[in-house]
């Protein structure tokens, strides 16, 4: 019996492959640990606790940039059920809201990379701005 209910379990994952909104939600967390790893690393070195390394901030930059520029594409029209996510329903009641956050964000990113600070203090006041974009994003638009 109970390899009937195992082969049954197989059969069912395999014939039901995941769904569309799940692969958005996957995306999305991608997008999001992507941009946590270059974080990870840039944190230390506006705090000092890491040797400056201009080429390692830019690349950091970059791929942050990569990650999160389509970022609004992981949402779908309405927003998901039975799904594990911790998007929040403003992103869907306050759409324009939502793509003004990402815009603001990505445009501080830019910003740093356009700038391509030499120095530790020009770095500190980029990354601050870049970083104050977490907070306010999740604020209004991630349930915790
Ligand atoms: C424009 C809005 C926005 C900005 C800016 C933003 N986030 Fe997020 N973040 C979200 C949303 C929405 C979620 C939840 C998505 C979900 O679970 O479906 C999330 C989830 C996450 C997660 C959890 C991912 C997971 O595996 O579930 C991490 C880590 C994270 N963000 C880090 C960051 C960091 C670090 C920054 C800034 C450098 C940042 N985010 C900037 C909207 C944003």
Same mark, same amino acid.
């Given at each position: 019996?109970? !390899? +009937? #209910?195992?082969?049954?379990?197989?059969?069912? *994952?395999?014939? @039901?492959?995941?769904? &569309?909104?799940?692969? !958005?939600?996957?995306?999305?967390?991608?997008? *999001?640990?992507?941009?946590?790893?270059?974080? $990870?690393?840039?944190?230390?070195?506006? $705090?000092? $606790?890491?040797? #400056?390394?201009?080429?390692?901030?830019?690349?950091?930059?970059?791929?942050?940039?990569?990650?999160?520029?389509?970022?609004? %594409? #992981? +949402?779908? $029209?309405? &927003?998901?059920?039975?799904?594990?996510?911790?998007?929040?329903?403003?992103?869907? =009641?306050?759409?324009?809201g939502f793509e003004k956050a990402l815009?603001? +964000?990505?445009?501080?990113?830019?910003? =740093?990379? !356009?700038?391509?600070?030499? %120095?530790?203090?020009?770095?500190?006041?980029?990354?601050?701005?870049? %970083?104050?974009? @977490?907070?306010? @994003?999740?604020?209004? #638009?991630? *349930?915790?």
């Open positions: 019996m109970k !390899n +009937f #209910y195992l082969s049954l379990i197989i059969l069912l *994952m395999w014939i @039901c492959p995941a769904s &569309p909104n799940s692969q !958005n939600v996957k995306d999305r967390q991608n997008a *999001m640990q992507q941009v946590r790893e270059a974080v $990870k690393v840039l944190f230390p070195i506006a $705090k000092e $606790k890491a040797e #400056y390394d201009d080429f390692l901030v830019i690349s950091m930059m970059e791929q942050m940039l990569e990650a999160a520029k389509p970022y609004a %594409t #992981y +949402f779908p $029209k309405e &927003p998901e059920v039975d799904v594990h996510s911790e998007a929040a329903e403003t992103i869907w =009641t306050d759409r324009p815009a603001s +964000f990505l445009s501080d990113i830019e910003e =740093t990379l !356009n700038a391509e600070p030499e %120095t530790l203090e020009q770095f500190q006041s980029l990354f601050a701005k870049v %970083t104050n974009n @977490c907070k306010s @994003c999740h604020q209004v #638009y991630r *349930m915790k």
